[in-house]
Antibody, heavy 121, light 107 residues
Framework: QAQLVESGGGVVQPGRSLRLSCAAS????????MNWVRQAPGKGLEWVAV???????QYYADSVNGRFTVSRGRSNNLYLQMNRLRVEDTAVYYC???????????????WGRGTLVTVSA | AIQLTQSPSSLSASVGDRVTITCRAS??????LGWFQQRPGQAPKLLIF???SLQNGVPSRFRGSGSGTDFTLTITSLQPEDFATYYC?????????FGHGTKVEIK
């Protein structure tokens, strides 16, 4: 059964860094683009970043470009390195699989349960 | 960035009702649009991709239509488990963007 499990969330001060992880299982990780999507408390969804299936290309939302870096590891893991965190980065962060077989995926077909990041002094 | 305008932002409906949610893009996005359902406390779930293709395992009462700039999600006969918030997403051009959501509540 395909599954995504995020970890690494927590409380962090503004300006500090945090690294999120996502463990994938039950599918061929290297065949899928992967995304991070976030949701601030009581708010809507915001796409954050995508990494191509082979890890060679990434795109970011304007709100995080230059501060966040998405990468993928060898052991079916996805990462999000978040630097210079801001209060407005407070959100649940979801790891999301790109389905449909294209370079960046055609749709978001598998979601993790999310991990909460709180940026507060 | 491409803006997606969902309407209405919320609606009240009864079990058995036909419900229609619209999503309008600020520019032509072909059929690169998906629809998601999010129940409280849960992760979103893909319902429709490529504007009108039903995701595996999703009940056939969910229907997507449209292309270009105007898209519609229709629930043909609302069920108790359908009370949730619905989002559209365009993945035509980076940055990918979501609509602001439509909350479907019980009348």
């Amino acid at each position: 059964q395909a599954q995504l499990v995020e970890s690494g969330g927590g409380v962090v001060q503004p300006g500090r860094s945090l690294r999120l992880s996502c463990a994938a299982s039950g599918f061929i990780f290297s065949s899928h683009a992967m995304n991070w999507v976030r949701q601030a408390p009581g708010k809507g969804l915001e796409w954050v970043a995508v990494i191509s299936y082979d890890g060679s290309d990434q795109y970011y939302a304007d709100s995080v470009n230059g501060r966040f870096t998405v990468s993928r590891g060898r052991s079916n893991n996805l990462y999000l390195q978040m630097n210079r965190l801001r209060v407005e980065d407070t959100a649940v962060y979801y790891c999301v699989r790109g389905g449909g077989g294209t370079y960046y995926g055609r749709y978001f077909d598998l979601w993790g349960r999310g991990t909460l990041v709180t940026v507060s002094a | 960035a491409i803006q997606l305008t969902q309407s209405p932002s919320s609606l009240s409906a009864s079990v058995g009702d036909r419900v229609t949610i619209t999503c309008r893009a600020s520019q032509d996005i072909s059929n690169d649009l998906g629809w998601f359902q999010q129940r409280p406390g849960q992760a979103p779930k893909l319902l429709i991709f490529s504007a009108s293709s039903l995701q595996n395992g999703v009940p056939s009462r969910f229907r997507g239509s449209g292309s270009g700039t105007d898209f519609t999600l229709t629930i043909t006969s609302l069920q108790p488990e359908d009370f949730a918030t619905y989002y559209c997403l365009q993945n035509y051009k980076f940055p990918w963007t979501f609509g602001h959501g439509t909350k479907v509540e019980i009348k």
